[in-house]
Protein backbone atom coordinates (compact mmCIF):
# COMPACT_ATOMS: atom_id res chain seq x y z
CA UNK A 1 0.00 0.00 0.00
CA UNK A 2 1.33 3.41 -0.62
CA UNK A 3 0.37 6.17 1.82
CA UNK A 4 1.82 9.94 2.27
CA UNK A 5 2.81 11.40 5.77
CA UNK A 6 3.09 15.11 6.59
CA UNK A 7 4.80 16.57 9.63
CA UNK A 8 3.27 19.51 11.36
CA UNK A 9 -0.23 20.12 11.04
CA UNK A 10 0.64 23.74 11.19
CA UNK A 11 3.70 25.67 9.86
CA UNK A 12 3.99 29.21 10.60
CA UNK A 13 7.48 31.92 9.21
CA UNK A 14 7.84 35.33 9.03
CA UNK A 15 6.99 36.97 5.78
CA UNK A 16 10.55 36.75 3.59
CA UNK A 17 11.98 33.71 6.31
CA UNK A 18 12.13 30.06 4.59
CA UNK A 19 9.49 28.03 3.92
CA UNK A 20 9.51 23.96 4.38
CA UNK A 21 6.91 21.56 4.47
CA UNK A 22 7.73 18.31 5.24
CA UNK A 23 6.34 15.08 3.56
CA UNK A 24 7.81 11.41 3.46
CA UNK A 25 6.06 8.63 1.22
CA UNK A 26 5.80 4.64 1.57
CA UNK A 27 5.65 2.91 -1.79
CA UNK A 28 6.84 -0.71 -2.96
CA UNK A 29 7.40 0.97 -6.40
CA UNK A 30 8.72 4.44 -7.47
CA UNK A 31 5.85 6.83 -6.73
CA UNK A 32 4.65 9.42 -8.39
CA UNK A 33 4.67 12.84 -6.01
CA UNK A 34 2.59 16.06 -6.21
CA UNK A 35 2.22 19.07 -3.94
CA UNK A 36 -0.97 20.84 -4.06
CA UNK A 37 -2.26 23.90 -2.46
CA UNK A 38 -5.50 24.89 -1.59
CA UNK A 39 -6.70 28.78 -0.14
CA UNK A 40 -9.67 29.22 1.35
CA UNK A 41 -12.86 28.22 0.22
CA UNK A 42 -11.43 27.07 -3.25
CA UNK A 43 -10.22 23.83 -4.39
CA UNK A 44 -6.64 22.31 -4.97
CA UNK A 45 -3.87 23.86 -7.54
CA UNK A 46 -1.02 21.79 -8.29
CA UNK A 47 2.09 22.95 -7.58
CA UNK A 48 4.27 20.57 -8.56
CA UNK A 49 4.98 16.93 -9.35
CA UNK A 50 7.73 14.37 -9.07
CA UNK A 51 7.76 12.10 -11.96
CA UNK A 52 10.89 10.70 -11.92
CA UNK A 53 12.65 13.08 -14.86
CA UNK A 54 14.77 14.96 -12.23
CA UNK A 55 15.31 14.75 -8.67
CA UNK A 56 14.73 18.83 -8.04
CA UNK A 57 11.16 19.83 -9.28
CA UNK A 58 10.39 23.46 -9.73
CA UNK A 59 6.59 24.75 -9.35
CA UNK A 60 4.98 27.78 -9.79
CA UNK A 61 4.82 30.34 -7.12
CA UNK A 62 8.78 29.88 -6.53
CA UNK A 63 8.28 26.68 -5.36
CA UNK A 64 10.42 23.55 -5.50
CA UNK A 65 10.73 20.02 -4.18
CA UNK A 66 13.52 17.62 -3.91
CA UNK A 67 13.00 13.83 -4.16
CA UNK A 68 15.21 11.78 -1.79
CA UNK A 69 14.72 8.33 -2.32
CA UNK A 70 17.03 7.61 0.50
CA UNK A 71 15.03 9.15 2.90
CA UNK A 72 11.61 8.51 1.18
CA UNK A 73 11.01 12.56 1.23
CA UNK A 74 9.86 15.31 -1.26
CA UNK A 75 10.01 18.21 1.12
CA UNK A 76 8.81 21.70 -0.24
CA UNK A 77 10.40 24.73 -0.14
CA UNK A 78 10.60 27.87 -1.07
CA UNK A 79 13.34 30.65 -0.14
CA UNK A 80 11.08 33.67 0.95
CA UNK A 81 7.41 33.13 1.75
CA UNK A 82 5.07 35.84 1.09
CA UNK A 83 1.76 36.89 2.80
CA UNK A 84 -0.15 35.10 -0.12
CA UNK A 85 1.56 31.90 0.26
CA UNK A 86 -0.51 31.48 3.61
CA UNK A 87 -2.64 28.38 2.39
CA UNK A 88 -3.24 24.66 3.17
CA UNK A 89 -0.69 22.27 1.48
CA UNK A 90 -1.11 18.67 0.43
CA UNK A 91 1.35 16.42 -0.26
CA UNK A 92 0.36 12.93 -2.68
CA UNK A 93 0.82 10.17 -4.40
CA UNK A 94 -0.43 8.66 -7.39
CA UNK A 95 -1.95 5.03 -6.46
CA UNK A 96 -0.43 1.93 -8.34
CA UNK A 97 -3.12 0.71 -9.82
CA UNK A 98 -5.50 2.20 -13.25
CA UNK A 99 -7.80 4.00 -11.26
CA UNK A 100 -4.07 6.93 -10.26
CA UNK A 101 -6.15 8.02 -7.53
CA UNK A 102 -4.64 10.64 -5.53
CA UNK A 103 -3.24 9.28 -1.92
CA UNK A 104 -3.10 12.62 0.34
CA UNK A 105 -1.30 13.40 3.18
CA UNK A 106 -3.28 15.24 5.83
CA UNK A 107 -2.05 18.63 5.07
CA UNK A 108 -0.25 21.58 6.57
CA UNK A 109 -1.72 24.70 7.14
CA UNK A 110 1.09 27.47 6.39
CA UNK A 111 0.91 30.83 8.32
CA UNK A 112 2.42 33.92 7.37
CA UNK A 113 3.19 36.53 10.21
CA UNK A 114 4.23 40.25 8.83
CA UNK B 1 -15.70 25.75 -19.53
CA UNK B 2 -12.21 26.56 -18.13
CA UNK B 3 -11.70 24.47 -15.41
CA UNK B 4 -13.89 22.08 -13.64
CA UNK B 5 -17.27 23.27 -11.93
CA UNK B 6 -19.52 21.98 -9.07
CA UNK B 7 -22.65 22.77 -7.69
CA UNK B 8 -24.35 23.83 -5.92
CA UNK B 9 -21.38 25.62 -3.62
CA UNK B 10 -23.00 25.24 -0.12
CA UNK B 11 -26.02 23.20 0.66
CA UNK B 12 -27.19 22.62 3.69
CA UNK B 13 -29.61 19.65 4.47
CA UNK B 14 -31.72 17.68 7.14
CA UNK B 15 -31.01 14.09 8.15
CA UNK B 16 -32.71 12.04 6.50
CA UNK B 17 -32.70 13.52 3.62
CA UNK B 18 -31.56 12.58 -0.42
CA UNK B 19 -28.84 15.10 -1.78
CA UNK B 20 -27.20 15.68 -5.53
CA UNK B 21 -23.96 17.11 -5.90
CA UNK B 22 -22.96 18.00 -9.82
CA UNK B 23 -19.55 18.01 -11.43
CA UNK B 24 -18.91 19.37 -15.16
CA UNK B 25 -15.43 18.22 -15.62
CA UNK B 26 -13.05 19.93 -18.32
CA UNK B 27 -14.14 19.09 -21.68
CA UNK B 28 -12.12 16.04 -23.39
CA UNK B 29 -10.91 14.85 -19.79
CA UNK B 30 -12.13 11.03 -19.67
CA UNK B 31 -11.53 10.62 -15.75
CA UNK B 32 -13.34 11.48 -13.38
CA UNK B 33 -12.90 11.67 -9.69
CA UNK B 34 -14.70 12.53 -6.74
CA UNK B 35 -12.89 13.18 -3.16
CA UNK B 36 -14.14 14.05 0.24
CA UNK B 37 -12.61 16.24 2.93
CA UNK B 38 -13.46 16.56 6.33
CA UNK B 39 -11.70 17.75 9.21
CA UNK B 40 -11.95 13.95 10.61
CA UNK B 41 -10.61 12.22 7.62
CA UNK B 42 -8.71 14.64 5.60
CA UNK B 43 -8.69 14.02 1.80
CA UNK B 44 -10.24 10.80 1.21
CA UNK B 45 -10.89 9.11 -2.50
CA UNK B 46 -14.54 7.82 -3.20
CA UNK B 47 -14.94 7.08 -7.05
CA UNK B 48 -13.38 7.22 -10.11
CA UNK B 49 -14.86 7.41 -13.97
CA UNK B 50 -13.60 6.87 -16.72
CA UNK B 51 -15.69 7.71 -19.36
CA UNK B 52 -19.24 6.35 -18.34
CA UNK B 53 -18.20 3.34 -16.05
CA UNK B 54 -16.67 3.23 -12.50
CA UNK B 55 -14.16 0.92 -11.59
CA UNK B 56 -13.57 2.16 -8.64
CA UNK B 57 -15.65 2.55 -6.45
CA UNK B 58 -13.41 1.16 -3.17
CA UNK B 59 -13.83 5.11 -1.30
CA UNK B 60 -17.88 5.05 -0.81
CA UNK B 61 -18.31 5.20 2.76
CA UNK B 62 -21.98 3.26 2.12
CA UNK B 63 -24.76 2.32 0.21
CA UNK B 64 -25.96 5.23 0.88
CA UNK B 65 -23.32 6.62 -1.99
CA UNK B 66 -23.71 6.54 -5.49
CA UNK B 67 -22.19 8.02 -8.40
CA UNK B 68 -22.80 8.35 -12.31
CA UNK B 69 -21.40 9.90 -15.26
CA UNK B 70 -23.26 10.45 -18.09
CA UNK B 71 -22.30 11.30 -21.93
CA UNK B 72 -19.05 11.06 -20.57
CA UNK B 73 -19.21 14.58 -19.18
CA UNK B 74 -21.32 15.42 -16.07
CA UNK B 75 -21.33 12.75 -13.10
CA UNK B 76 -23.32 13.28 -10.09
CA UNK B 77 -22.73 12.01 -6.59
CA UNK B 78 -26.03 11.31 -4.59
CA UNK B 79 -26.60 10.61 -0.96
CA UNK B 80 -29.68 9.06 0.24
CA UNK B 81 -30.62 9.40 3.88
CA UNK B 82 -28.10 11.87 4.70
CA UNK B 83 -26.27 11.49 8.59
CA UNK B 84 -24.17 14.39 10.15
CA UNK B 85 -21.16 12.46 9.32
CA UNK B 86 -21.97 12.98 5.99
CA UNK B 87 -20.84 16.82 6.62
CA UNK B 88 -18.15 17.62 4.13
CA UNK B 89 -15.96 19.30 1.47
CA UNK B 90 -16.84 17.01 -1.88
CA UNK B 91 -14.36 18.02 -4.67
CA UNK B 92 -14.46 16.74 -8.13
CA UNK B 93 -11.66 16.22 -10.27
CA UNK B 94 -11.29 15.40 -13.92
CA UNK B 95 -7.85 14.29 -16.27
CA UNK B 96 -6.61 13.36 -19.05
CA UNK B 97 -5.64 9.87 -20.12
CA UNK B 98 -2.72 10.04 -22.09
CA UNK B 99 -0.19 7.00 -22.10
CA UNK B 100 1.95 9.01 -19.14
CA UNK B 101 -1.44 8.88 -17.21
CA UNK B 102 -0.28 7.76 -13.50
CA UNK B 103 1.39 11.75 -13.38
CA UNK B 104 -1.28 13.33 -15.39
CA UNK B 105 -2.40 16.46 -13.54
CA UNK B 106 -5.66 16.21 -11.58
CA UNK B 107 -7.51 19.00 -12.21
CA UNK B 108 -10.13 20.22 -9.03
CA UNK B 109 -13.32 22.23 -8.81
CA UNK B 110 -14.05 24.36 -6.15
CA UNK B 111 -15.85 21.63 -3.93
CA UNK B 112 -19.62 21.49 -2.70
CA UNK B 113 -19.91 22.05 1.09
CA UNK B 114 -22.78 19.58 2.40
CA UNK B 115 -24.11 20.62 6.22
CA UNK B 116 -26.01 18.20 7.47
CA UNK B 117 -28.43 19.27 10.19
Known amino acids: AQSVTQLGSHVSVSEGALVLLRCNYS??????LFWYVQYPNQGLQLLLK??????LVKGINGFEAEFKKSETSFHLTKPSAHMSDAAEYFC????????????FGSGTRLLVRP | GAGVSQSPSNKVTEKGKDVELRCDPI?????LYWYRQSLGQGLEFLIY????????KSGLPSDRFSAERTGGSVSTLTIQRTQQEDSAVYLC???????????????FGPGTRLTVL
Open chain 2, 93 to 107: ASSLRTSGARYNEQF
Open chain 1, 27 to 32: SSVPPY
Open chain 1, 50 to 55: YTSAAT
Open chain 1, 92 to 103: AVSAFDSSYKLI
Open chain 2, 27 to 31: SGHTA
Open chain 2, 49 to 56: FQGNSAPD
